[in-house]
């Protein structure tokens, strides 16, 4: 099992719509999690942290179920502007190393 | 990225040939610092993180080298480039307040190894 995997994508979907991502990790003393956005040819940033209890931010909400070790990203009336690759992250250990998945490319069209 | 610096942006070297990458970083003194690497198709792969001067860890076997001279300065190197190499190199560090893991990375440097 990857320790990171992410829905291979692409998804390409109208304005408005709402896209849901999904990853999984197979480490399971894996602290952290987030949700990263990469445009294309520039660098990461990060788009949220996901916490146990589940977060929201404006149009975008992350969930964790430890259980599971599965993370999610759904994003609600989505912009042209929310084209981008989201990387699903995850790190474990003392000295934060994170970890990548590869990604999935979303394309929000008119 | 406007507390992370990488130079060059962007770079054609031919195989063979030795390479330097440098990362400086402002902010807080002693931040952890990392070089990942992404490859077209591929995820960012952590190839080196660093946690003071001179102090060096490496994630994967290969002709790359790192060197952190100084406590804001992460240098990536090669004595002679694969063509492999190619990629996108990316300089990050921890976040200044509450070691919460999340990563702050430059702009990258774009190499192309022919």
């Known amino acids: 099992r990857k320790e990171v995997e992410q829905d291979p994508g692409p998804f390409n979907v109208p304005e408005g719509a709402t896209v849901a991502f999904n990853c999984t990790y197979s480490n399971s003393a894996s602290q952290s999690f987030f949700w990263y956005r990469q445009d294309c040819r520039k660098e990461p940033k990060l788009l949220m942290s996901?916490?146990?209890s589940g977060n929201e931010d404006g149009r975008f909400t992350a969930q964790l179920n430890r259980a599971s070790q599965y993370i999610s990203l759904l994003i609600r009336d989505s912009k042209l502007s929310d084209s981008a690759t989201y990387l699903c992250v995850v790190s474990g250990g003392s000295n934060y190393k994170l970890t990548f998945g590869k990604g999935t490319l979303l394309t929000v069209n008119p | 990225s406007q507390t992370i610096h990488q130079w060059p942006a962007t770079l054609v070297q031919p195989v063979g040939s030795p390479l330097s990458l440098e990362c400086t970083v402002e902010g807080t003194s002693n931040p952890n610092l990392y070089w990942y690497r992404q490859a077209a198709g591929r995820g960012l792969q952590l190839l080196f993180y660093s946690v003071g001067i001179g102090q060096i860890s490496s994630e994967v076997p290969q002709n790359l080298s790192a060197s952190r001279p100084q406590d804001r300065q992460f240098i990536l190197s090669s004595k002679k480039l694969l063509l492999s190499d190619s990629g996108f190199y990316l300089c990050?560090?921890?976040?200044?307040?509450?070691?919460?893991?999340?990563?702050?990375f430059g702009e990258g440097s774009r190499l192309t190894v022919l």
């Open positions: 996901v916490y146990s």
């Open positions: 990050a560090r921890n976040r200044e307040v509450g070691n919460t893991g999340e990563l702050f």
